[in-house]
């Protein structure tokens, strides 16, 4: 899988020692002297908007940039990711009610795919979502609730291999039917969601186990069987921190938030929490980077092609080392982990710069199409061009995607459309099956399926958007089952393939100078009626028979004589 930053050679990391119950303060307690730790670093987004911008590393935010050290991210994860009630429920066979909201109904119901993805957005959308506290968690059979104490059990203890093995054997058996003691009066939506909480306990074994790949993997399950759960995500982006994938871990972050707000959490401290992670992943995806950098202006509802003009001249001063190609985002607004006593709800322009005009050029087009075609996709559909698309991908296409990444996580909703960043995945993805790399292909498409799960949580789709959505959810579940045939994102494939092609042909003949007549170069006139095809590789022109003819032909009548 592609690595966002690529920082010395660290190796992914465990979670630690930091994550001992013991030194954790339990939910809800001791608020207030949390509220002083994080107030004595700063809030979530530092000072106001107005305030003299800070200069990074490698890109500018409207605040300075906080320091916020890797201890203070480890309490984070602690707090909000591995504190869980239903442990004390399958202790103790009672309800526990949950303290922050774990679901938000969908802006508008996702239908079922039709090539059978897992039924977990679908039903979780159909029905008031209800939390790991909920007392359907009673209904799960006998050997499923044996397997989850045990597995629980385990986790406590700190032994986190042997626990995963016992949540491997629960989720088996919950593939197989036994998740409920009377199948028959179980719905799809109490499965996924067990089957979600079964996938997060999983995240957080492997996690402590130093295996931030194989959580990841989990993590994705979890979303695609319950995308309203805000720690979800939060556990998705702990898998991106300890892949250093920090741009991603950035957007698993803002959805996290923006999920927890929409569901309203009644936590004021959790969302300042939230929001720190948020920025800290994005100041640690602008320290590392090299070949870009951004600036954030603030957007009311002046003309955005103005404010788009002003931002570029802005960022050519503050950045002159990265003016080979500076664009401006123009689809959709961008936010930034603010807290609401600062600027609530201030949205953003987007501006990059980079040190490579042509990696700047793709990304910029990339952006700015609906139906963009990746630069290598067009160079991997022979054999022979194999050692030249891997060539390609290791010196241009890591670069771009990292640049596709940064833009993604601070952009909620895209105006090309809620599918635009599920089909920059597609063609991630389709790109690494070209290069024989299978095992990265499955990541991005379950990533992919993950991203395409939520869309109806974070915005409004319409019923063509809509169709599009399960229709691209049912393709990718049928590339990772390796299923062949014609799909809708081939087709998408094609018809991007197709508009490229004629953009490209437009361009050139933009930019090729008027050819003149051989023998007529000095003769300045131009033939009203009659045009001139060239014939292709010569210098030969000959009319064209169209511009001959001049009208139609008149009937001829013949008088014989007498």
């Not at 759960?229 to 871990?249: D, K, P, T, V």
């Not at 080392?321 to 201030?346: C, M, R, W």
């Not at 995945?425 to 990265?440: C, D, P, V, Y």
Request: aromatic share 6%; with cysteine; glycine share 6%.
């Amino acid at each position: 899988m592609f690595v966002q930053q690529e920082p010395s050679s660290r190796a992914p990391e465990a979670w630690p020692e930091a994550e001992e119950p013991k030194e954790r303060p339990p939910r809800g307690a001791d608020r207030a002297s949390r509220k002083r730790k994080a107030g004595s670093r700063g809030n979530a987004s530092g000072t106001k908007a107005e305030s003299p911008a800070a200069e990074s590393s490698a890109g500018t935010l409207p605040s300075p940039p906080l320091h916020i050290p890797l201890s203070r991210l480890r309490e984070i994860e602690a707090e909000l990711i591995c504190a869980d009630e239903v442990d004390t429920e399958f202790e103790s066979g009672e309800p526990v009610a949950p303290t922050v909201p774990p679901t938000v109904p969908p802006a508008r119901p996702p239908a079922l795919p039709p090539a059978g993805p897992p039924a977990g957005p679908p039903a979780a959308a159909q029905a008031p979502a209800q939390g790991p506290g909920d007392s359907r968690w009673h209904h799960a059979g006998a050997g499923l609730r044996a397997a989850l104490r045990d597995g629980s059990a385990r986790c406590r203890q700190r032994d986190f291999a042997a626990a995963a093995a016992k949540f491997s054997t629960a989720l088996e058996l919950c593939s197989k039917g036994f998740a409920l003691e009377d199948p028959l009066k179980s719905s799809p939506d109490d499965i996924s969601r067990l089957a979600s909480w079964i996938e997060s306990k999983l995240v957080i074994c492997y996690l402590n186990l130093g295996q931030p790949g194989l959580a990841l993997h989990h993590s994705h399950r979890s979303i695609i069987q319950n995308p309203s759960h805000f720690c979800n995500h939060l556990r998705q982006a702990a898998c991106f921190r300890g892949l250093h994938r920090y741009s991603e871990a950035a957007r698993s972050a803002m959805v996290a938030q923006c999920l927890y707000v929409l569901a309203e959490g009644a936590g004021p401290d959790t969302s300042d929490l939230l929001q720190l992670y948020w920025q800290a992943m994005t100041q640690e995806a602008l320290s590392g980077e090299a070949s870009f950098s951004v600036l954030y202006t603030p957007f009311e509802k002046e003309d955005k092609a103005d404010k788009i003009k002003e931002a570029n001249k802005t960022f050519a001063e503050k950045h002159p080392g990265y003016v080979q190609h500076i664009f401006t985002d123009p689809h959709g607004i961008h936010l930034l982990p603010e807290k609401a006593e600062s600027n609530p709800g201030q949205q953003y322009l987007l501006t990059l710069g980079f040190r490579n005009k042509e990696i700047g050029k793709t990304v910029e087009k990339f952006v700015t199409q609906k139906l963009p075609v990746f630069p290598g996709q067009k160079m991997t559909f022979g054999s022979s061009m194999e050692e030249e698309a891997e060539t390609f991908w290791q010196n241009t296409g890591k670069r771009i995607m990292a640049a596709m990444a940064f833009i993604g996580s601070s952009k909620i909703k895209d105006e090309r459309g809620p599918c635009a960043r599920a089909i920059e995945q597609f063609h991630h993805a389709s790109l690494l099956s070209h290069l024989q790399r299978g095992e990265e292909q499955a990541q991005v498409m379950a990533q992919a399926m993950a991203e395409l799960a939520t869309v109806p949580y974070l915005q409004r789709v319409s019923q063509e958007d809509d169709k599009l959505l399960q229709s691209m959810m049912a393709d990718a579940v049928d590339i990772l089952a390796g299923r062949t045939g014609e799909r809708v994102w081939t087709k998408i494939q094609k018809v991007a393939l197709i508009e490229e092609f004629l953009r490209e042909g437009e361009e050139r003949y933009l930019r090729t100078s008027r050819v003149q007549i051989p023998g007529m170069e000095n003769i300045s006139w131009t033939p009203r009626r009659q045009k001139y095809l060239r014939l292709e590789n010569t210098n030969m022109f000959i009319p064209n028979p169209r511009s001959l003819a001049t009208g139609p032909k008149k009937r001829r009548i013949v008088f014989a004589k007498s």
